[in-house]
């Protein structure tokens, strides 16, 4: 009876360990082969105040949602990510032509940068990290001191994501990266969580 309780044990941490498969249309399939916006442009989790010169009932602040769209009245959605506070200040004024009496000057700015990512598992300082500047997974691992050596398992390293409401995980191989197997740069999203697991102990 015990040896069938701990099959079964053993089986549900076997699928709990299970990968599940990327969406087709997630974010986690992309792998950027170049390097992000330089740091000084919007990111998902910002907080930002949007100023109207005369139509201060418009006045807003706001933080930039996960799909990096800001909800504002007459125009809902407007893309704010991977812009400069002037580039989408610009781009609010277009799209408020329509719904305003000529042409108004619009100010953006940052009220606070909350965006960070999370680095956890067999790494020797667990924990947030700021996303002060484009992060790959190996950036982040870095961040958090390191692996440990000893526990980690570098293949296996797995990238959590958020996405519509739904948990999406990505396996990255840093074994491969360190030894220069693999050139690909994999960036980060703001509350991405990094899991680095521990190696197997056969008994």
């Known amino acids: 009876m015990r040896c069938c309780l701990w099959l079964a044990a053993l089986s549900f941490m076997i699928a709990g360990c299970q990968t599940p498969p990327i969406p087709a249309n997630s974010s986690l399939n992309v792998v950027e082969a170049s390097i992000p916006s330089m740091p000084g442009v919007l990111r998902e989790g910002d907080i930002i105040q949007i100023m109207f010169a005369t139509s201060t009932n418009l006045n807003t602040t706001q933080r930039i949602q996960m799909d990096g ?45 909350a965006a960070a990512v999370y680095v956890t598992g067999a790494v020797l300082r667990p924990g947030r990290i700021s996303l002060e500047r484009p ?65 197997a102990i056969n008994f």
């Open 135 to 199: 992060l790959t997974v190996l950036d982040a691992v870095m961040e958090a001191g390191g692996v440990d050596n000893s526990r980690a398992k570098l293949s296996g390293v797995t990238v959590l994501r958020v996405e519509k409401g739904q948990r999406v995980s990505r396996r990255v191989n840093l074994k491969h990266a360190l030894e220069g197997k693999d050139s690909s740069l994999f960036y980060l999203k703001p509350f991405d969580i990094v899991y680095v697991p521990e190696k």
């Open 69 to 113: 769209n800001v909800s504002l009245q007459f125009v809902n959605d407007a893309r704010a990510a991977g812009k400069t506070p002037l580039e989408f200040a610009q781009s609010l004024e277009k799209l408020y032509q329509a719904h305003l009496r000529g042409a108004e000057p619009i100010t953006v700015s940052v009220i606070s940068n």
